[in-house]
Protein backbone atom coordinates (compact mmCIF):
# COMPACT_ATOMS: atom_id res chain seq x y z
CA UNK A 1 0.00 0.00 0.00
CA UNK A 2 0.61 3.22 -1.14
CA UNK A 3 1.41 5.76 2.51
CA UNK A 4 -0.15 9.17 2.10
CA UNK A 5 0.01 12.31 4.69
CA UNK A 6 -3.04 14.01 5.43
CA UNK A 7 -0.91 17.25 6.80
CA UNK A 8 -2.52 20.42 4.89
CA UNK A 9 -5.27 18.72 3.64
CA UNK A 10 -9.15 20.16 3.79
CA UNK A 11 -11.36 18.08 6.05
CA UNK A 12 -14.54 17.71 4.41
CA UNK A 13 -16.72 15.75 6.84
CA UNK A 14 -16.35 13.14 9.91
CA UNK A 15 -17.92 10.10 11.36
CA UNK A 16 -18.73 7.03 13.28
CA UNK A 17 -16.28 5.42 11.61
CA UNK A 18 -13.76 8.55 9.98
CA UNK A 19 -12.65 11.34 8.40
CA UNK A 20 -13.06 12.54 4.61
CA UNK A 21 -10.39 14.89 3.36
CA UNK A 22 -10.12 16.56 0.16
CA UNK A 23 -6.93 14.96 -1.53
CA UNK A 24 -7.14 16.71 -4.56
CA UNK A 25 -9.25 18.31 -7.39
CA UNK A 26 -10.17 14.81 -8.69
CA UNK A 27 -10.24 12.83 -5.28
CA UNK A 28 -11.32 12.37 -1.96
CA UNK A 29 -9.57 10.26 0.95
CA UNK A 30 -11.38 8.53 3.66
CA UNK A 31 -9.56 7.91 6.81
CA UNK A 32 -10.54 5.33 8.83
CA UNK A 33 -10.19 5.24 13.13
CA UNK A 34 -8.13 3.04 14.27
CA UNK A 35 -10.08 1.46 17.16
CA UNK A 36 -13.35 0.48 15.54
CA UNK A 37 -12.10 -0.24 12.09
CA UNK A 38 -10.22 -3.42 10.38
CA UNK A 39 -8.15 -3.79 6.97
CA UNK A 40 -11.03 -6.17 6.93
CA UNK A 41 -13.60 -4.14 6.79
CA UNK A 42 -12.14 -1.71 4.53
CA UNK A 43 -11.94 -3.99 2.10
CA UNK A 44 -15.91 -5.06 2.31
CA UNK A 45 -16.53 -1.49 1.99
CA UNK A 46 -14.32 -1.47 -1.30
CA UNK A 47 -16.54 -4.46 -2.30
CA UNK A 48 -19.86 -3.41 -0.90
CA UNK A 49 -19.28 -0.53 -3.20
CA UNK A 50 -18.63 -2.60 -6.37
CA UNK A 51 -21.89 -4.99 -5.77
CA UNK A 52 -24.17 -1.72 -4.94
CA UNK A 53 -22.90 0.42 -7.87
CA UNK A 54 -23.62 -3.07 -10.13
CA UNK A 55 -27.28 -2.85 -8.44
CA UNK A 56 -27.56 0.65 -9.97
CA UNK A 57 -27.00 2.51 -6.26
CA UNK A 58 -25.21 5.84 -6.64
CA UNK A 59 -22.20 5.00 -4.74
CA UNK A 60 -18.76 6.18 -5.98
CA UNK A 61 -16.07 3.23 -6.37
CA UNK A 62 -13.01 3.56 -4.75
CA UNK A 63 -9.48 2.31 -6.12
CA UNK A 64 -7.02 2.15 -3.77
CA UNK A 65 -6.18 1.30 -0.16
CA UNK A 66 -3.70 3.44 1.52
CA UNK A 67 -2.07 3.85 4.43
CA UNK A 68 -2.33 7.47 7.01
CA UNK A 69 0.21 6.74 9.64
CA UNK A 70 -0.82 4.02 11.76
CA UNK A 71 -4.49 4.19 10.13
CA UNK A 72 -5.83 2.80 6.76
CA UNK A 73 -7.75 5.42 4.23
CA UNK A 74 -9.58 4.53 0.86
CA UNK A 75 -9.10 6.79 -1.98
CA UNK A 76 -12.14 7.45 -4.29
CA UNK A 77 -12.29 9.77 -7.55
CA UNK A 78 -14.56 12.16 -7.24
CA UNK A 79 -14.29 15.05 -9.75
CA UNK A 80 -16.02 18.26 -9.08
CA UNK A 81 -17.46 16.58 -5.85
CA UNK A 82 -18.47 18.55 -2.37
CA UNK A 83 -20.56 16.75 0.36
CA UNK A 84 -24.34 17.76 0.82
CA UNK A 85 -22.88 19.23 4.10
CA UNK A 86 -20.71 21.68 2.04
CA UNK A 87 -23.33 22.55 0.20
CA UNK A 88 -25.95 23.26 2.61
CA UNK A 89 -23.12 25.65 3.91
CA UNK A 90 -22.78 27.63 0.48
CA UNK A 91 -26.43 27.69 -0.44
CA UNK A 92 -28.38 27.59 2.87
CA UNK A 93 -31.47 28.31 0.63
CA UNK A 94 -31.31 24.70 -0.82
CA UNK A 95 -31.25 23.15 3.04
CA UNK A 96 -34.87 21.81 2.44
CA UNK A 97 -34.29 20.47 -1.16
CA UNK A 98 -31.14 18.47 -0.35
CA UNK A 99 -32.96 17.31 2.95
CA UNK A 100 -35.92 16.13 0.59
CA UNK A 101 -33.61 14.15 -1.81
CA UNK A 102 -31.87 12.09 1.04
CA UNK A 103 -35.26 11.13 2.36
CA UNK A 104 -36.56 10.18 -1.10
CA UNK A 105 -33.00 8.15 -1.98
CA UNK A 106 -32.75 6.46 1.41
CA UNK A 107 -36.28 5.29 0.76
CA UNK A 108 -35.61 3.72 -2.69
CA UNK A 109 -32.54 2.37 -1.01
CA UNK A 110 -34.89 0.26 1.65
CA UNK A 111 -37.17 -0.86 -1.03
CA UNK A 112 -33.83 -2.42 -3.31
CA UNK A 113 -33.23 -6.42 -2.56
CA UNK A 114 -29.71 -8.05 -2.18
CA UNK A 115 -30.63 -12.06 -2.06
CA UNK A 116 -28.29 -15.02 -1.34
CA UNK A 117 -25.97 -13.95 1.29
CA UNK A 118 -24.22 -11.06 -0.76
CA UNK A 119 -24.59 -8.80 2.05
CA UNK A 120 -24.26 -9.28 5.94
CA UNK A 121 -26.97 -8.92 8.14
CA UNK A 122 -27.12 -5.44 9.52
CA UNK A 123 -27.42 -6.49 12.87
CA UNK A 124 -24.19 -8.22 12.96
CA UNK A 125 -22.92 -4.91 13.16
CA UNK A 126 -25.37 -4.15 16.33
CA UNK A 127 -24.32 -6.91 17.98
CA UNK A 128 -20.11 -5.67 17.50
CA UNK A 129 -21.54 -2.53 19.43
CA UNK A 130 -22.51 -4.50 22.16
CA UNK A 131 -19.37 -6.99 22.45
CA UNK A 132 -17.23 -3.39 23.29
CA UNK A 133 -20.10 -2.86 25.42
CA UNK A 134 -19.46 -5.85 27.10
CA UNK A 135 -15.49 -6.11 26.98
CA UNK A 136 -15.40 -2.04 28.58
CA UNK A 137 -16.89 -3.66 31.85
CA UNK A 138 -18.71 -0.30 32.80
CA UNK A 139 -22.32 -1.49 32.17
CA UNK A 140 -24.25 -4.47 34.21
CA UNK A 141 -24.59 -7.79 32.21
CA UNK A 142 -28.41 -6.73 32.96
CA UNK A 143 -27.64 -4.29 30.44
CA UNK A 144 -25.75 -6.27 28.23
CA UNK A 145 -28.07 -8.94 28.00
CA UNK A 146 -31.20 -6.48 27.20
CA UNK A 147 -28.83 -5.04 24.13
CA UNK A 148 -28.29 -8.45 22.35
CA UNK A 149 -32.30 -9.66 22.68
CA UNK A 150 -33.74 -6.01 21.30
CA UNK A 151 -30.98 -6.69 18.43
CA UNK A 152 -32.14 -9.81 17.78
CA UNK A 153 -36.04 -8.42 18.05
CA UNK A 154 -35.37 -6.36 15.43
CA UNK A 155 -36.81 -8.26 12.54
CA UNK A 156 -34.31 -9.04 9.17
CA UNK A 157 -35.12 -7.76 6.18
CA UNK A 158 -33.47 -8.05 2.84
CA UNK A 159 -33.46 -4.90 1.66
CA UNK A 160 -30.22 -2.53 1.60
CA UNK A 161 -29.39 0.06 3.80
CA UNK A 162 -26.62 1.68 3.89
CA UNK A 163 -25.31 1.94 7.70
CA UNK A 164 -23.54 5.71 8.17
CA UNK A 165 -25.89 7.83 6.25
CA UNK A 166 -25.95 11.67 6.39
CA UNK A 167 -24.88 14.49 4.42
CA UNK A 168 -21.04 14.10 5.54
CA UNK A 169 -21.99 10.51 3.21
CA UNK A 170 -23.32 11.61 0.95
CA UNK A 171 -21.63 13.69 -2.30
CA UNK A 172 -22.54 15.88 -4.77
CA UNK A 173 -21.22 15.57 -8.34
CA UNK A 174 -22.45 18.07 -10.58
CA UNK A 175 -25.49 17.91 -8.24
CA UNK A 176 -25.89 14.21 -8.50
CA UNK A 177 -25.91 12.37 -5.68
CA UNK A 178 -23.19 9.74 -5.12
CA UNK A 179 -22.74 7.66 -1.60
CA UNK A 180 -19.68 7.47 0.21
CA UNK A 181 -18.93 5.47 3.33
CA UNK A 182 -20.09 2.16 2.88
CA UNK A 183 -18.64 -0.15 5.44
CA UNK A 184 -21.83 -0.48 7.01
CA UNK A 185 -24.03 -1.30 4.05
CA UNK A 186 -25.73 -4.82 4.80
CA UNK A 187 -29.11 -5.64 4.93
CA UNK A 188 -31.72 -4.72 7.37
CA UNK A 189 -34.17 -3.72 9.11
CA UNK A 190 -34.75 0.59 8.06
CA UNK A 191 -35.07 1.46 11.41
CA UNK A 192 -30.66 0.48 11.34
CA UNK A 193 -29.94 2.58 9.34
CA UNK A 194 -31.78 5.37 10.46
CA UNK A 195 -31.08 5.05 14.14
CA UNK A 196 -27.71 6.14 12.20
CA UNK A 197 -28.78 9.03 10.53
CA UNK A 198 -30.97 10.35 13.89
CA UNK A 199 -27.75 9.56 16.09
CA UNK A 200 -25.37 12.06 14.00
CA UNK A 201 -28.14 14.66 12.91
CA UNK A 202 -30.06 15.26 16.07
CA UNK A 203 -27.46 13.65 19.00
CA UNK A 204 -24.38 14.57 17.69
CA UNK A 205 -25.50 18.49 16.47
CA UNK A 206 -26.38 18.93 19.99
CA UNK A 207 -22.67 18.58 21.19
CA UNK A 208 -20.76 21.56 21.09
CA UNK A 209 -19.75 21.94 17.06
CA UNK A 210 -20.66 18.36 16.39
CA UNK A 211 -22.78 18.80 13.56
CA UNK A 212 -19.30 21.32 12.02
CA UNK A 213 -16.88 18.79 12.94
CA UNK A 214 -18.79 15.94 11.30
CA UNK A 215 -20.70 17.09 8.61
CA UNK A 216 -20.00 20.49 8.25
CA UNK A 217 -23.38 22.72 9.10
CA UNK A 218 -23.93 24.02 12.09
CA UNK A 219 -26.47 22.37 14.48
CA UNK A 220 -29.49 24.15 13.95
CA UNK A 221 -28.97 23.56 10.16
CA UNK A 222 -28.57 19.59 11.07
CA UNK A 223 -31.69 19.96 13.13
CA UNK A 224 -33.72 21.73 10.28
CA UNK A 225 -32.48 19.45 7.64
CA UNK A 226 -33.84 16.01 9.70
CA UNK A 227 -36.99 17.31 10.37
CA UNK A 228 -37.66 17.82 6.72
CA UNK A 229 -35.85 14.41 5.52
CA UNK A 230 -37.68 12.49 8.59
CA UNK A 231 -41.44 14.10 7.18
CA UNK A 232 -40.56 12.95 3.42
CA UNK A 233 -38.94 9.60 4.48
CA UNK A 234 -42.13 8.53 6.57
CA UNK A 235 -44.62 10.33 4.18
CA UNK A 236 -46.22 12.24 6.82
CA UNK A 237 -45.88 15.85 8.63
CA UNK A 238 -48.01 14.29 11.57
CA UNK A 239 -46.60 15.24 14.55
CA UNK A 240 -47.49 12.81 16.44
CA UNK A 241 -46.91 9.97 14.29
CA UNK A 242 -43.07 12.29 13.81
CA UNK A 243 -42.80 12.06 17.42
CA UNK A 244 -42.99 8.49 17.87
CA UNK A 245 -40.39 7.81 15.51
CA UNK A 246 -37.81 9.51 17.27
CA UNK A 247 -38.93 8.55 20.55
CA UNK A 248 -37.57 4.98 19.10
CA UNK A 249 -34.96 6.27 17.32
CA UNK A 250 -33.95 7.77 20.28
CA UNK A 251 -33.89 4.14 22.22
CA UNK A 252 -32.19 2.77 19.08
CA UNK A 253 -29.62 4.83 19.25
CA UNK A 254 -28.21 3.79 22.77
CA UNK A 255 -27.26 0.88 21.19
CA UNK A 256 -24.18 2.56 19.32
CA UNK A 257 -24.62 5.39 21.36
CA UNK A 258 -23.37 3.20 24.73
CA UNK A 259 -19.90 1.51 23.18
CA UNK A 260 -19.27 4.89 21.79
CA UNK A 261 -18.78 6.98 25.12
CA UNK A 262 -16.55 4.46 26.36
CA UNK A 263 -13.82 5.54 23.33
CA UNK A 264 -15.37 8.62 21.65
CA UNK A 265 -12.52 11.35 21.64
CA UNK A 266 -15.20 14.16 22.01
CA UNK A 267 -15.97 13.09 25.58
CA UNK A 268 -13.96 14.39 28.20
CA UNK A 269 -12.37 11.69 30.83
CA UNK A 270 -14.22 13.55 33.66
CA UNK A 271 -17.47 13.47 31.50
CA UNK A 272 -17.58 10.01 30.69
CA UNK A 273 -18.79 8.01 33.62
CA UNK A 274 -21.27 10.58 34.04
CA UNK A 275 -22.68 9.56 30.13
CA UNK A 276 -22.40 6.21 30.85
CA UNK A 277 -24.60 6.17 33.45
CA UNK A 278 -27.41 8.73 32.28
CA UNK A 279 -26.91 6.07 29.05
CA UNK A 280 -27.41 2.82 30.83
CA UNK A 281 -30.28 4.51 33.05
CA UNK A 282 -32.12 5.19 29.62
CA UNK A 283 -31.79 1.78 28.25
CA UNK A 284 -33.04 0.43 31.12
CA UNK A 285 -36.11 2.60 31.28
CA UNK A 286 -37.11 2.04 27.77
CA UNK A 287 -36.31 -1.75 27.87
CA UNK A 288 -40.02 -2.82 28.38
CA UNK A 289 -41.53 -0.64 25.63
CA UNK A 290 -38.88 -1.30 23.09
CA UNK A 291 -38.06 -5.40 23.17
CA UNK A 292 -40.93 -6.23 21.15
CA UNK A 293 -41.43 -2.40 19.34
CA UNK A 294 -44.51 -2.68 17.13
CA UNK A 295 -43.57 0.70 15.64
CA UNK A 296 -41.05 -1.10 13.33
CA UNK A 297 -43.55 -3.24 11.32
CA UNK A 298 -44.21 1.07 10.12
CA UNK A 299 -41.18 0.00 8.19
Not at 29 to 53: G, Q
Not at 235 to 250: F, R
Request: hydrophobic share 40%.
Amino acid sequence: MRELSIEGLEKISAGQNGDVYRLNDEQILKVYNPWSISIEKIRREKESAKRAFVRGIPTAISFDIVTVGDRYGLVYEMINAKTMGENVKACPGRLEEYAVRMGRLLKKLHSMKFEGGEMQDARLSLHRWADIVELSGYYPIETIDGMRLVIDSIPPRDTFIHGDYHPGNIMLVDDEIMLIGMGDSAVGHPVIDLLATYQIMMIVSDQPEGAEKNIGITGGQAKRMWDFFIREYAGTADPNVIGEIEEALHFYVLLRGMAGVTFSGMIREDQRKEYISRMNDAFLKGYEKYKNNPLLDRF
